[in-house]
């Protein structure tokens, strides 16, 4: 179980009263985590920019029905980092077919295009990020709050509202599919080895 802090569970009952203060609190508190998780799931920074502020526009907005794990809203955040960085892919992926549906006046490539892509690939086409990108959203949200942030399988699955029982079986799938997607090597780095399923 991670340690939350009585500061924060102070701060979120204030921000649910309406202070912007200690919400802003709560932002500074848990922002480096959402960019960092959203940045993992997006080729750019500018997006998981957007992703991490649209995620604690969110908390704001949604503050009454805000599930609360531990005393903690980091749990709520990354899940909902998770699913608008998706949004967002999705959203890219429908603009993309969009534009190549047009009508061009020769077949020929533009270079610019291509080296805007290579670029986009490199900075942020990993192998990890491709994996984890191709899990299912509840898959993807229990893996990054057990593996990648330390949450145990109970608060994982009450952040998500699913019984414990589905979470631990939906883990254990998810991290067969990134041992088969991923290098073995990186596989064990990350600590998605066959003892910890």
């Known amino acids: ?45 500018s997006d998981a920019d957007d992703v991490a502020a649209m995620a604690f526009l969110e908390l704001w907005r949604r503050r009454e029905a805000v599930r609360v794990v531990e005393g903690s809203v980091k749990p709520w955040l990354l899940v909902t980092a998770g699913n608008l960085a998706r949004n967002l892919r999705r959203g890219a992926m429908r603009w993309r077919a969009v534009l190549d549906q047009l009508p061009r006046e020769h077949d020929a490539a533009d270079p610019a295009e291509i080296a805007a892509r290579n670029i986009s690939r490199s900075r942020g086409d990993t192998p990890l990020g491709a994996a984890l990108r191709r899990l299912h959203p509840t898959d993807l949200a229990l893996l990054t709050l057990t593996v990648f942030e330390g949450y145990t399988v109970v608060e994982a ?22 041992r088969h997607r991923l290098r073995p090597d990186l596989a064990d780095h990350l600590a998605i080895s066959r003892e910890q399923s």
């Open 157 to 178: 699955a009450a952040a998500l509202g699913i019984a414990d029982a589905t979470a631990r079986s939906r883990l254990s799938r998810a991290k067969a599919r990134l």
């Open 1 to 45: 179980m991670r340690a939350v802090s009585v500061e924060e569970a102070s701060w979120w009952a204030a921000a649910c009263a309406g202070d912007a203060q200690a919400f802003s609190r709560l932002f500074a508190l848990h922002r480096d985590d959402v960019f960092r998780y959203a940045r993992r799931l997006l080729d750019s920074s």
